[in-house]
């Protein structure tokens, strides 16, 4: 991609798998998108939300210590991280899981696992217009 802002977007990559965040990092590097940082869970995520500001964020939903919901129902994104668009990333199949992630109006996309980094590229090139 040879957008001269993606090397200055930001995004945050929140799943509990170090082989997964390493492929994933991977991968949107490839496609131009240097900045990238991943945490194993959502407390993680919490703690790098309160120094850095990321353009995006990828959020697995099922991680342990802080899952994505609890992570999504917490009152620091409830309050100060809103305006942050997130995708979902999940191995769940399950429809009550896509219709939870409806209630959250920050939720722009919700992906299955394995990861389809055709709509990743899609998502990331519709954000960083």
């Keep these: 991609m040879e957008n001269q802002t993606s090397s200055v977007f930001k995004i945050l990559l929140v799943e509990d ?7 994933t990092t ?20 919490l703690e790098y939300l309160a120094k850095e500001q ?15 919901f609890e992570f999504l129902d917490s009152e620091e994104v409830q309050n100060q991280y809103s305006d942050i668009p997130i995708v979902l990333l999940t191995s769940s199949s399950r429809p009550k899981d896509k219709e939870m992630a409806s209630r959250y109006s920050n939720v722009i996309e919700y992906l299955e696992k394995p990861l389809n980094y055709e709509k990743m590229k899609k998502i990331l090139l519709a954000i960083n217009k």
């Design 54 to 68: 990321p353009n995006l964020i990828f959020l697995d939903v099922n991680m342990p210590v802080m899952d994505g």
């Design 17 to 23: 798998d170090e082989i997964t965040n390493y492929i």
């Design 26 to 45: 991977t991968k949107l590097r490839n496609i131009g998108f240097e900045n990238v940082d991943a945490v194993l869970n959502g407390e993680l995520a």
